[in-house]
C-alpha cells in the first residue's frame, strides 16, 4: 500500500510538487552547472582521493582560461591587450614564456635553451609543459589568462586539453589576408612599461603613453605568408577541437569592434545540461499590451501565462472570502489590499504547472513592497521586462479597447469580438481613469526597476507593430546581460 493509502500504487510515479525556493536556489546557487563542472574535473584528473579533490574545487574561484588563436597580422596580441586591461586576466605569448623560462634557468628553461640559442623550432612536447607549468602559477589561478599564439594545430590542442589546461572561451581570428596582415605589423607601436602593444592608425596609444612608444619592427612578408599556410591548414582541425567553446570574428575589425564583438560571448555562461526554469514579470503602464506580450512568449516556450486580472476573476468565481472585495475592485477599481493580491497571485505561482514549466506574469508586481513579498515567497523573477510606452500612445490604444461585460474578456478593437457580443467601454478605459493609472505606474516604476536592477531590461513598447517589441523581449530572455567574463 502506498504511503496515500491507494493499493498497489508507488508514490514515487507521482508529479511531484517542486518547492518555490528549490529553483530559485538552484538557479542562483548554479547547482547544476556546479555539478556538471565537478564530475568533467574529477573524470579528466582522476584524483586517489576523490572527496579531497572534490573539496580543492570548491575553494577555487573561477577564472575566464582564454586561448585567442589566429595568424600573424590578425590583431590578436592587441585584441588580448584590451581584453586584459579590461578581464584583469593575466596575457601570455608562448615566446614570453619561453624567454621567462630561460632566463630562470628552470629545468624546462635548460632543456628548451638549445633551440632558442640556435633559432630553431621547440618541440611541442615541450611547449606543452611550458604552458602547462605557467598557468598553474599563483597569478593565473587567482586572476586567469589569456593565451595567445599557442596552441597552432590540434596535436597541441589535445596536449593541453589532456595534461587539464581546459579553456572557458576560445577566439579565432579568421578573414586575415597577407595584405591586411601586413597593413596591421606596419605602424604598430610597444609601450615598454606596459609590453602593451598599440598601432598608430588602428589602436593609437593615449597621450599619456604616446611619448613613452617605441616602433615595433615588421616581420618579412615571407615570414607572414608561411604563417598564414600555416594557420589555412589548420583552422579547420582548431574549429573541431574546441566545438562551443569557439567564437569566430574577423580580423577586418579593429581592436575595439573586435573587443565589442566577443565580450558578449565572454559574459555569457556557455550552455549546459542543467535546467533553467523560467519566472518573467512583463511590466507595463495601461496600453503597454503586456498580457500579448506575455502570451506570445508562453506559446513560444510553454511556460505558464498568469495574468493578475485573470486570477482576480477566477478567485470571484470561486466564491472565496475576499471575493467581494476583489468583486468591487474588477468593477469599480476600489484599492485591493496587498495582502489580498499578494496571496491570490503568489499561490498561482506556487502550483505545480508555473514551477515545472515556468511562468510569465503580468499586473504584479507594481511596487517594491509587492517585489519583497514575491521574494519572501522565494519567487523571486529572473527577467523583468519594463514596457515603456509614452502617455498619448496608451491613450491612442485604449480609446477603441472594448470589454464583453459577460466574458470579462477585453478586445483591443470591437472588430475582433465575436459577432453580437455586447461591448462597453471598461470604466479604467476613460480619460481620467487611464491618466490616472499611467501616473500611478509612473510613480512606482522607478523604485520597482531599482529592484530589480541587476534583472530589469527597458524595452521601447511605443511601435505599433506588436510583433517588433515581441521580438525586442525575446532577444533579453534567450540572451543573458553582460557582465564579468563567465567561467
Request: aromatic share 6%; proline share 7%.
Amino acid at each position: 500500500m502506498g504511503k496515500d493509502g491507494n493499493i498497489g500504487k508507488d508514490v514515487t510515479t507521482r508529479p511531484l510538487r517542486i518547492p518555490p525556493a528549490y529553483g530559485d536556489y538552484a538557479e542562483r546557487a548554479q547547482v547544476f552547472n556546479l555539478m556538471e563542472d565537478m564530475t568533467r574535473d574529477l573524470v579528466l584528473h582522476l584524483p586517489k582521493d576523490p572527496l579531497e579533490h572534490m573539496i580543492a574545487f570548491l575553494r577555487r574561484t573561477p577564472v575566464p582560461k582564454i586561448f585567442v588563436l589566429g595568424p600573424l597580422g590578425s590583431g590578436r596580441r592587441e585584441l588580448c591587450d584590451m581584453l586584459a586591461a579590461r578581464s584583469g586576466a593575466v596575457l601570455l605569448e608562448m615566446g614570453e614564456i619561453v624567454e621567462a623560462a630561460v632566463n630562470l634557468e628552470s629545468e624546462l628553461g635548460q632543456s628548451v635553451k638549445p633551440y632558442v640559442d640556435k633559432n630553431v623550432p621547440i618541440p611541442p612536447d615541450y611547449l606543452e609543459q611550458l604552458v602547462i607549468e605557467r598557468v598553474a602559477e599563483g597569478d593565473c589561478i587567482r586572476n586567469g589568462f589569456l593565451l595567445w599564439n599557442f596552441p597552432k594545430d590540434r596535436k597541441e590542442a589535445v596536449g593541453l586539453q589532456a595534461a587539464g589546461v581546459l579553456p572557458t572561451h576560445v577566439i579565432l581570428i579568421e578573414d586575415a589576408t597577407v595584405d591586411l596582415a601586413a597593413e596591421k605589423m606596419t605602424g604598430r607601436l610597444l609601450h615598454p612599461f606596459s609590453s602593451r602593444i598599440f598601432h598608430s592608425v588602428l589602436n593609437p596609444p593615449t597621450e599619456d603613453m604616446a611619448d613613452d612608444c617605441v616602433p615595433v619592427p615588421s616581420p618579412p612578408v615571407e615570414e607572414i605568408i608561411q604563417d598564414h599556410k600555416r594557420f589555412a591548414n589548420s583552422v579547420l582541425a582548431l574549429k573541431a577541437s574546441f566545438g562551443s567553446l569557439l567564437t569566430t570574428i574577423s580580423a577586418k575589425l579593429d581592436p575595439t569592434e573586435m573587443v565589442d564583438a566577443v565580450w558578449p560571448a565572454l559574459t555569457t555562461r556557455k550552455e549546459s545540461a542543467a535546467p533553467w526554469i523560467p519566472r518573467v514579470v512583463v511590466s507595463g503602464s495601461a496600453g503597454s499590451r503586456d498580457q500579448e506580450i506575455a502570451n506570445m512568449l508562453a506559446k513560444k516556450y510553454g511556460m505558464v501565462a498568469v495574468h493578475t486580472q485573470d486570477v482576480l476573476q477566477q478567485a470571484v468565481s470561486a466564491e472565496i472570502a475576499a471575493a467581494n472585495v476583489i468583486r468591487k475592485h474588477l468593477t469599480k477599481g476600489d484599492e485591493l489590499p496587498d495582502s489580498v493580491l499578494s496571496e491570490l497571485v503568489e499561490g498561482r505561482l506556487a502550483q505545480l504547472d508555473c514551477q515545472t514549466e515556468g511562468w510569465v506574469l503580468t499586473g504584479y508586481p507594481r511596487t517594491s513592497s509587492q517585489a519583497a513579498s514575491l521574494d519572501d515567497a522565494k519567487l523571486t523573477p529572473n527577467r523583468v521586462f519594463f514596457l515603456n510606452v509614452d502617455r498619448q500612445v496608451a491613450h491612442d490604444r485604449l480609446a477603441t479597447r472594448r470589454t464583453d461585460p459577460v466574458s470579462g474578456k477585453t478586445y483591443s478593437d470591437k472588430s475582433e469580438a465575436p459577432e453580437g457580443a455586447k461591448l462597453m467601454v471598461h470604466p479604467n478605459d476613460r480619460a481620467q481613469v487611464i491618466d490616472r493609472n499611467l501616473a500611478a505606474y509612473s510613480a512606482e516604476v522607478d523604485d520597482l526597476q531599482e529592484v530589480y536592477e541587476s534583472k530589469a531590461v527597458e524595452i521601447d513598447a511605443n511601435d505599433p507593430e506588436l510583433l517588433h517589441v515581441f521580438y525586442q523581449v525575446d532577444v533579453h530572455l534567450v540572451r543573458p546581460r553582460e557582465g564579468a567574463i563567465a567561467c
